[in-house]
């Protein structure tokens, strides 16, 4: 278990799953080109908003069952019993159907208050009813990466999110482009069930698709996946709640500006996320395995923080760079408004890369209590930060908004897990996490600014320190520098030397 908690053993993973979500990123960067010009902001804002109701009803319906899962499933796998692991996977993906028809149920119920809720008339209920299949379909993908995630076929994952964003992109092109944004609705159902499919090809090569649907006994047997699940799922609901709450509130204050915070959100979240893609499939389940091991739990925790940190910072001052042309290619001039709201929103994902490492120690031990009260207070907190914002300065108030509403996050995470698991912060993470936040703040105010010799000399130069002093960190702790001189020559024949190149870890 010291291999799989090392910096080798973190970067690896983050690497693998990374690199998917970069081609992935690369495909959006299309995806969303051919959106904004078919479609334009006022189309974007409608999509964004039928996609989060989407996220909502499933997080209502579906029990988190496909997140607690992972828990048993990397426990039962680590044993080596695949016989056991297989009964099991039949068991989740048995409460996974159910559960997914549920969901497509009350939303078909629900769907004239969905429409009363979203846009203050109950004109649009028929097309929020058409979302219920897109409900099972999200809730039956869950199921199905928990599977990849719990029994570590992580290359498969990466293969099937790499599939699932190359069929998007050519769903969606062809749809917008013959039906403009009456496609909005085909697109999210056509796409929702490719990505299905694409990963029940990758989960059922190791377990084939099998359910039981009765008797209640057998059913009776998942009932603690519902334990934690409703905590989950109240946690899904405040948080699909407060975002579909503040698409809701811009809505009706500007479509465009909807369409224009959604676009934002996108660059704030998704073009830095692949630091985070390896959390889900490769360190909770890791986590799940440390809980009674407290020391080595602390050196996970540590040692995945500064993974992310390093990694993060020098992808948001690059990223903060690129803003003008970022959002030139991606989407069109209109769109240019959002950049003020991106540069405030870029620290909301510092705070993110800090405090998720720990956040995940509640749904590791089972803590539903804690889990939820944190939830609750974190949503409540980013929804009328959010609003706020927005209403004080905009979309740059807004982008202040998502920020701040993280730092509250964090400050209680803080608070809180470190005592109640018995991990300790380890004074060279906290020095290095400091210093790269100084690093991001001083870029970022640098970066803001209109003249050359601020904007890009010292943006430019922040961004350097920072990638250097990640460098150094990630050369020393896994070997890196040594690994890439093999590689370099077995790529052009010569022997790979051994004196300083193996891994230290």
Not at 232 to 240: D, E, K, R, V
Not at 355 to 361: A, F, G, N
Not at 410 to 418: E, G, K, S, V, W
Request: some cysteine; charged content about 15%.
């Amino acid at each position: 278990m010291k291999k799989e908690n090392s910096y080798s053993h973190i970067l690896k993973y983050t690497g693998l799953l990374g690199g998917v979500q970069v081609l992935h990123i690369l495909i959006s960067v299309i995806r969303n080109k051919v959106t904004a010009l078919f479609i334009g902001s006022a189309g974007m804002g409608w999509s964004d908003l039928f996609a989060r109701t989407i996220e909502l009803m499933a997080s209502a319906t579906n029990f988190g069952i496909g997140f607690s899962a992972i828990r048993r499933l990397s426990v039962l796998y680590e044993t080596g019993d695949t016989t056991r692991t297989g009964r099991y996977v039949r068991l989740v993906r048995s409460w996974v159907l159910l559960t997914g028809l549920f969901g497509m149920g009350v939303t078909l119920l629900l769907s004239p208050l969905l429409s009363l809720f979203a846009t203050g008339g109950i004109d649009r209920t028929f097309q929020f009813a058409l979302l219920s299949p897109a409900i099972l379909l999200a809730t039956l993908l869950g199921g199905e990466i928990a599977v990849l995630k719990g029994t570590h076929r992580l290359k498969p994952l990466a293969a099937a999110s790499a599939l699932s964003a190359l069929a998007a992109l050519l769903l969606t092109a062809p749809i917008y482009f013959r039906l403009g944004a009456d496609g909005i609705l085909p697109v999210l159902l056509a796409t929702g069930t490719a990505v299905f499919l694409i990963h029940l090809h990758a989960a059922t090569r190791l377990f084939p698709y099998r359910v039981q649907l009765h008797p209640w006994r057998y059913l009776r047997r998942g009932s603690h996946l519902l334990r934690l699940g409703t905590a989950y799922i109240a946690a899904g609901i405040a948080g699909s709640g407060a975002e579909m709450l503040i698409r809701t509130v811009l809505m009706k204050s500007n479509e465009s500006q909807a369409g224009l915070y959604a676009a934002g959100l996108t660059l704030t979240v998704s073009y830095a996320r692949f630091v985070f893609v390896a959390m889900d499939a490769d360190y909770f389940p890791r986590l799940s395995t440390l809980m009674n091991d407290k020391k080595e739990l602390s050196v996970a925790v540590n040692r995945q923080i500064d993974t992310l940190v390093l990694l993060m910072t020098p992808v948001l001052l690059l990223l903060a760079l690129s803003l003008p042309l970022t959002v030139r290619i991606l989407y069109t001039e209109e769109f240019t408004a959002v950049i003020p709201m991106v540069l405030c929103a870029l620290p909301y994902m510092f705070f993110k890369a800090v405090y998720s490492p720990l956040s995940y120690l509640a749904l590791s031990g089972g803590d539903s209590r804690l889990y939820l009260a944190m939830e609750l207070a974190y949503n409540a907190v980013l929804a009328a930060a959010v609003i706020t914002g927005f209403r004080t300065a905009g979309l740059a108030g807004a982008g202040i908004g998502l920020s701040l509403a993280n730092l509250s996050d964090l400050l209680l995470i803080l608070t809180f897990y470190p005592r109640r698991y018995a991990v300790r912060l380890q004074g060279l993470t906290v020095r290095r996490t400091l210093h790269q936040f100084l690093l991001l703040t001083a870029g970022l105010t640098c970066i803001s600014r209109p003249e050359a010799g601020w904007h890009w000399g010292g943006g430019i130069g922040l961004t350097l320190l920072s990638a250097t002093l990640s460098w150094q960190l990630l050369k020393s702790e896994t070997g890196l520098n040594g690994r890439l001189r093999n590689l370099w020559k077995k790529v052009s024949g010569k022997p790979a030397g051994t004196k300083g190149e193996t891994d230290v870890n």
